[in-house]
């Protein structure tokens, strides 16, 4: 299990910078400003969760059983949040109109952020 999660959270890394040097130096002047911050955010929260994937990989005190639903979490919380966020900051260059999927936006953050909960319940646990 450790393996897989410290996979994920290399490859969520390094798609976070791919995807970030895509948004600061090839969207420029494709897209608006709103649109470009808003998919800084995306990249950022792909960002901070793929260091916590990395993180939990890594924690010895908790086992896989407790590992495992968290990482499902962060994962479908990363992807239904910031890649929803991805397509709705450039479906004008994609020509389609991607609101339709802005709903997984949401959802995806209550994801992580039950992710984190859950995480932080498992800690305490452990050193309680």
Do not use: E
Request: aromatic content about 14%; charged content about 10%.
């Amino acid at each position: 299990m450790n393996k897989t999660i410290l996979t994920t959270g290399v490859f969520f890394g390094l798609t976070a910078v791919i995807f970030g040097a895509f948004g600061a130096h090839g969207l420029d002047g494709l897209i608006d400003a709103k649109s470009i911050a808003s998919y800084k955010t995306g990249t950022d929260y792909q960002m901070y969760h793929a260091l916590l994937l990395l993180a939990l990989g890594v924690i010895p005190q908790l086992t896989a059983k407790h590992k495992k639903p968290i990482f499902y979490l962060l994962v479908t919380g990363i992807i239904l949040f910031s890649f929803s966020i991805y397509l709705l900051s450039i479906d004008t260059i994609l020509g389609f109109n991607a609101k339709s999927i802005a709903f997984a936006t949401p959802i995806g953050g209550l994801l992580l952020i039950i992710g984190w909960f859950l995480l932080g319940y498992r800690i305490f646990k452990h050193f309680s």
